[in-house]
């Protein structure tokens, strides 16, 4: 029997999972590119919920998505189904963490990735919430050039794109992890998700911290400490002040730096 076969996508699907597999074909035809969402599960503080990483990534991801479809004639982006799951042993001492192994996370992401480049994709872009799998992805980007010399991987941070917007908010010197920026980020997506009123700052200045914490805040060289050593919410900053103004401003800047780059990919 001769398999059917289709000439254009559906103009509104934007996810990976919601294609068909006559419309995979299609897009492989037409070079599109995937975006990857991955993100964590793991405490962030008494107020935002474990999976602020990968509510960023998947917001992130379907806004890049639909801002590639509205400059083109029909869909050339699309969102595979997201890695919710992290590398977070730096927050397992805190209630709700699941973190995977570092060579599990490198594991699942380049089985991903070698697997749709083998069926013919050559664009992936990572979009990942939480900062603790760069290193992983550095570990499996380079992996896939060795497996898959053809595929352009590349892979980004969601709130260290927003170099301007984070620069203007109300920070204390100490600052990060379920602070201001990811709070106001994800009272910006859904502010129904955040627990107001149980918003608390966590380290604020450097000589509130141990010695061994206070070194692990320089940039090179580079020391790590779990997150409880910090303060025991495991918060880095005072989200109290953030708002969805400033999460609106700073989401707009992350898509379009991501927009942007995900025009050049598509170029290639």
Sequence with gaps: MTRQSVAEIRPQVRKYGELTSLEVEVAKANDALLILPVGACEQHGDGLPLSTDSIRADHVAMAVAEELA?????????????????????HGNLPG??????????DIVTTVAGQLCDSGFTRILVVTGHGGNIAALGVAQQVLLSSHPDLAFAYSPVSGLATETTAQLPRTEVSGHSGESETSQMLAIDDSL????????????????????????TKSPSSAVTFDRYADNGVLGDPRTATVTAGEDIL??????????????LRL
């Design 70 to 90: 509205g400059s083109t004639e029909s869909p050339n982006a699309f969102v595979l189904p997201s890695i919710d799951y992290g590398v977070s042993p730096h």
């Design 194 to 217: 955040v627990d107001s009123s149980r918003l608390t700052a966590g380290a604020t200045a450097l000589d509130e911290l141990s010695p061994r914490a206070r070194l692990t805040r």
């Design 252 to 265: 707009g800047e992350i898509i379009a730096k991501l927009v942007s780059y995900s025009k050049e990919m």
């Design 97 to 106: 963490t699941i973190s995977l192994d570092p060579r599990t996370f490198v």
